[in-house]
């Protein structure tokens, strides 16, 4: 089998110079009320920005990268120490933004020897489930799903990498934002039968973004960080309202 090809150090050079030069400019809404002879009403100021974490930006430019030069699965990323080098950031930074990209199925991080790109997964077409479940309790469906998601909770716990599972939390250590939490549970979990059963019964029992729903998603989360399956299970129980 060929080696991965890798990138050459002159395209690598070439494209995150001007990818970073041309990066957009992010306005700081109070140094420019600040020059304003009048000061403008409350209701007139916008909204606080909200500024992405750098190793969500690292990932979106490193996937952008992938994109521009038409990479192909199998293709390898230059090492992480001139990758860090041409965008200026530490290496735990961009470690961050890997497992980032891994998590989200782009690139897999094999340990010795970079990061790979892989294959884009193809979402499948899900057959129509309405008549299936329509004779269904609900509240036997709700149940059904917590039971698949405590045994694939229990599965992303008992993951060996460590660094993955890190990728629940965010940069100031509490959890990844509530959307995120389970697509990063499934991502560690792969493929299998409780996958399909999951994929299967969320099109009849999807969450409610409640703040209960919320709290356990969060104990989930830090449950499968520190690597306590039992916890993750548990934090499954009450999800979804009975």
Same mark, same amino acid.
């Given at each position: 089998?060929?080696?991965p090809?890798g990138?050459?150090?002159?395209r690598?050079h070439?494209?995150? +110079?001007?990818?970073?030069?041309?990066?957009?400019?992010?306005v700081?809404v109070?140094r420019l009320?600040?020059?304003?002879?009048?000061r403008?009403?409350?209701? !007139?100021?916008?909204?606080?920005?909200?500024?992405?974490?750098?190793?969500v930006?690292?990932?979106?430019?490193?996937?952008?990268?992938?994109? !521009?030069?038409?990479?192909?699965?199998?293709?390898?990323?230059?090492?992480?120490?001139?990758?860090?080098?041409?965008?200026? *950031? &530490?290496? =735990? &930074?961009? &470690?961050r933004?890997?497992v !980032?990209?891994?998590?989200?199925?782009? *690139? /897999?991080?094999?340990?010795?020897?970079?990061?790979?790109?892989? @294959?884009?997964?193809?979402?499948?077409?899900?057959?129509?489930?309405?008549?299936?479940?329509?004779?269904?309790?609900?509240a036997e469906? @709700?149940?059904a799903? /917590? @039971? *698949?998601? =405590?045994?694939?909770a229990?599965?992303?716990?008992?993951?060996?990498?460590?660094?993955?599972?890190?990728?629940?939390?965010?940069?100031d250590?509490?959890?990844?934002?509530?959307?995120?939490?389970?697509p990063?549970?499934? +991502?560690?979990?792969?493929?299998? #039968? #409780?996958?399909? #059963?999951?994929?299967?019964?969320?099109?009849? @029992?999807?969450?409610d973004?409640?703040?209960?729903a919320?709290?356990?998603?969060?104990?989930?989360? +830090?449950?499968?960080?520190v690597?306590?399956?039992?916890?993750?299970?548990?934090?499954?129980?009450?999800l979804?309202?009975?």
């Amino acid at each position: 089998m060929a080696a991965p090809r890798g990138v050459s150090d002159a395209r690598l050079h070439a494209y995150f +110079r001007i990818g970073l030069a041309s990066a957009p400019l992010v306005v700081n809404v109070n140094r420019l009320c600040a020059v304003t002879k009048k000061r403008p009403r409350a209701s !007139a100021v916008p909204e606080r920005l909200e500024r992405p974490r750098l190793y969500v930006q690292l990932a979106d430019h490193i996937a952008r990268f992938i994109e !521009a030069q038409g990479l192909s699965p199998g293709d390898r990323l230059p090492p992480e120490r001139l990758l860090a080098a041409e965008l200026g *950031v &530490s290496r =735990a &930074s961009l &470690s961050r933004a890997l497992v !980032a990209l891994e998590v989200q199925g782009k *690139v /897999e991080v094999q340990h010795g020897n970079g990061a790979v790109v892989l @294959a884009p997964t193809l979402e499948e077409e899900k057959p129509d489930l309405a008549a299936l479940w329509a004779e269904r309790d609900p509240a036997e469906l @709700a149940r059904a799903r /917590e @039971a *698949v998601m =405590a045994g694939l909770a229990r599965s992303a716990a008992a993951h060996p990498d460590r660094s993955l599972r890190l990728a629940l939390l965010d940069a100031d250590g509490s959890p990844v934002r509530f959307r995120d939490t389970w697509p990063c549970v499934r +991502r560690l979990t792969g493929p299998g #039968l #409780l996958a399909e #059963l999951d994929d299967v019964l969320a099109e009849a @029992a999807p969450f409610d973004e409640t703040q209960v729903a919320a709290d356990r998603l969060t104990l989930l989360a +830090r449950a499968v960080v520190v690597g306590d399956p039992d916890a993750a299970a548990s934090a499954c129980a009450g999800l979804f309202r009975l």
